[in-house]
Nanobody, 131 residues
Framework: QIDMMESGGGSVESGGSLTLSCRTSVYSTPTQYPTYCLTWFRQAPGKEREGVAA???????TYTDSVKGRFTISQDNAKNTMYLQMHSLKPEDTAMYYC?????????????????????WGQGTQVTVSS
């Protein structure tokens, strides 16, 4: 069992910033889980869940086009935590944000934003951006 828990969501005005955290037990046993892809997804009301940003055990990163230059994904293994720093937030960033894990690199078959490939999910944290 791999635990995933998000925190850091909230309400901000357009142009503001937030940092989301995802604490995960995948870091606790690196010999058991040497390869992984950690991804932030988001889902707005009435819309499909979409990939936002991903990072993996090689510390490679990738972003969806709409957040490039505004969001930064990072990891701190010592703190068992992945982060998503969000700047210049827009109302269209409003969504429930989820962290997810799969035990293969982000570049593996199906692509980093292939929802069915992720077997471990957090409960989500809400981000609301007002105009």
């Amino acid at each position: 069992q791999i635990d995933m828990m998000e925190s850091g969501g909230g309400s901000v005005e357009s142009g503001g910033s937030l940092t989301l955290s995802c604490r995960t037990s995948v870091y606790s046993t690196p010999t058991q889980y040497p390869t992984y892809c950690l991804t932030w997804f988001r889902q707005a009301p009435g819309k499909e869940r979409e990939g936002v940003a991903a990072t993996d055990s090689d510390f490679q990163t990738t972003y969806t086009d709409s957040v490039k230059g505004r969001f930064t994904i990072s990891q701190d293994n010592a703190k068992n935590t992945m982060y998503l720093q969000m700047h210049s937030l827009k109302p269209e960033d409003t969504a429930m944000y989820y962290c997810a894990l799969r035990l293969s690199r982000c570049s593996a078959g199906g692509g980093w934003n292939s929802l069915p490939s992720y077997k471990h999910w957090g409960q989500g944290t809400q981000v609301t951006v007002s105009s």
